[in-house]
Structures are given as structure tokens and as C-alpha cells.
Antibody, heavy 118, light 108 residues
């Protein structure tokens, strides 16, 4: 069964960093691009960036590119999202999403809740 | 780039409702690869449509995506109470992906 399994909830202090993981199961890891999307409480969805499966190339939204880094460990079969200099506005549910081909976003992780609080 | 959706729509059971998705930089075409997602409280988004018109194997036949008048659109027909949810569109704009603000569909 194809699924994306994300790491558990995190509680962080303002100014710190968080690194959350996404582990694909049921398919060849490098065959697909992985995106990261977040959703603040009661708000809409925000696309953060992607990492290409074939070559690890990344692309970020203009807003996220300063503080966000997406990486992968091909030997471990993991994708990571790191967010630096956290503020309360980063409190959100973070999702990884698989993109097969050019357009579809077909499999979503279960989400990782990040709470930024002093 | 701003992607605009109706904030809320209300539909009667059995009726039809159409949601739209517009881009601030111009008419939405197939090059924008429109996607539609359904989200219910406490759940991750559920993919419904990709590339404007294509359905997933789990997408109800009552749901249809298309391009019309420079916008992407999602039509829900024979609406059921279980269709009450938030619906988000996603467009590929200038090399990055941008979500719309979402449409809250109420079945009443």
C-alpha cells in the first residue's frame, strides 16, 4: 500500500528550528517528487516547496525560501522539511504530498503538528 | 500570484453547485495544471481532480472538473450531505504552486 508516514508532533520555542520527516512506503522513493504543504489552525493550505525524486532538485515558494530547506536521504528513503527561526505564525499542520507525473498530488501524509509557543 | 475561490457556497441536497478558481495573473489554462481537493475537519486533504479534468479512481462520478471562462471549475452534482466540506484548488503559476483560499460548501 502506498503511503507517506510523517514524524510525530513537535513543540518548539520561538527562534528555534524544527525538522520533520516523511517516509514513503510502497513505491520507489526516487520515482516521485515530494511536496510540503502546511495549514495553520482554521486557515487554508499553503504550498512550501518540493524536492524532485529523480535528482533532488528543490524549489520553494517565495515566502518560504528564506527559512525552509527540503532535503532527502536516499539511502534511508526519507524526505525532510526544516524550518528555521520559528515564530508563532509557523504553528500549523505540515503535510508531505507525492506528485506523480506533472500534475497530480495523489498521496498525502497524515500530517505533523508543529506548535510554536513560548 | 493570488488564486481566488468563492469563500462559501450553499447547495440543497440533490442539487448542483459549481466552484471556481481564478488566477490574478491571467486566464487559467491547462498549463496551470489545476488540482482540486476536498477537506473535512481533522483530516488531510483528499485529492479529487488533477490536470483540470482528470479524476482519481476514488473520485465520485458526481464530481467534474473543467475549464470555463478563464477559470478552473469543479462541479458537484446530485449533492449529498457527505459532500459538505472545504474545497481547495491548486494552480501551477510561474514555476511554483499556489493554493486558493478554499470554498466552504454547506449542504442545507
Amino acid at each position: 500500500q502506498v503511503q507517506l508516514v510523517q514524524s510525530g508532533a513537535e513543540e518548539k520555542k520561538p527562534g528555534s528550528s524544527v525538522k520533520i520527516s516523511c517516509q514513503p512506503y510502497g513505491y520507489i522513493f526516487t520515482d516521485y517528487t515530494i511536496h510540503w504543504v502546511r495549514q495553520a489552525p482554521g486557515q487554508g493550505l499553503e504550498w512550501l516547496g518540493w524536492i524532485a525524486g529523480v535528482n533532488g532538485v528543490t524549489r520553494y515558494s517565495q515566502r518560504s525560501q528564506v527559512r525552509v530547506t527540503i532535503t532527502r536521504d536516499t539511502s534511508a528513503g526519507m524526505v525532510y522539511l526544516e524550518l528555521r527561526r520559528l515564530t508563532s505564525e509557523d504553528t500549523a499542520m505540515y503535510y508531505c504530498v507525492r506528485q506523480p507525473g506533472l500534475s497530480a498530488f495523489d498521496v498525502w501524509g497524515q500530517g505533523t503538528e508543529v506548535l510554536v509557543s513560548s | 500570484t493570488v488564486v481566488a475561490q468563492e469563500p462559501s457556497l450553499t447547495v440543497s441536497p440533490g442539487g448542483t453547485v459549481t466552484l471556481t478558481c481564478a488566477s490574478s495573473i491571467g486566464a487559467v489554462t491547462g498549463d496551470y495544471h489545476p488540482n482540486w481537493f476536498q477537506q473535512k475537519p481533522g483530516q488531510p486533504p483528499r485529492p479529487l481532480i488533477y490536470s483540470a479534468t482528470n479524476k482519481y479512481s476514488w473520485t465520485p462520478a458526481r464530481f467534474s472538473g473543467y475549464l470555463l471562462g478563464g477559470k478552473a471549475a469543479l462541479a458537484l452534482s446530485a449533492v449529498q450531505p457527505d459532500d459538505e466540506a472545504e474545497y481547495f484548488c491548486l494552480l501551477f503559476c510561474g514555476g511554483v504552486w499556489v493554493f486558493g483560499g478554499g470554498t466552504k460548501v454547506t449542504v442545507l
